[in-house]
């Protein structure tokens, strides 16, 4: 029996809120990113010669908290991107949440596996 009245329905309405939220809260930093990034950069001569792959500086969730503050184009994308892929972190810790609500124990350990499985790939393998 589900407590203070978590259901399917309410589990199903809220993680859909999460991923609607994450996704377009994504898109708008990676705009305001990108439109930075134009402002100073958008007249630079562009050399496709070569691939150069992100700085170093941007690999890191230090360097691209530092890169935003700085108001760098480029940090804020990655900002962007970063929350784009913490979206469905969050949902996969909100389902375990929703499922503690309702007091569903396999679904919590099913979905607390998952959640550990995400996290190891996400911080480990770097």
Do not use: C, N
Not at 116 to 121: F, N
Request: aromatic content about 8%; glycine content about 10%.
């Amino acid at each position: 029996m589900p407590s203070r009245g978590w259901t399917d329905q309410t589990i199903e309405i809220l993680l859909g809120k999460l991923l609607r939220t994450g996704v377009f809260l994504s898109a708008a930093v990676v705009f305001i990113g990108a439109v930075i990034y134009l402002v100073r950069h958008g007249s630079s001569p562009m050399d496709f010669g070569a691939f150069r792959g992100e700085p170093a500086e941007f690999r890191t969730i230090r360097g691209i908290i530092t890169a935003t503050i700085a108001l760098r184009g480029r940090g804020i994308i990655q900002l962007g991107l970063l929350l784009l892929i913490a979206t469905p972190v969050a949902r996969v810790a909100l389902s375990i949440v929703g499922f503690a609500e309702e007091r569903d124990r396999l679904y919590v350990a099913l979905t607390s596996i998952v959640f550990v499985i995400l996290m190891y790939s996400l911080l480990v393998s770097v």
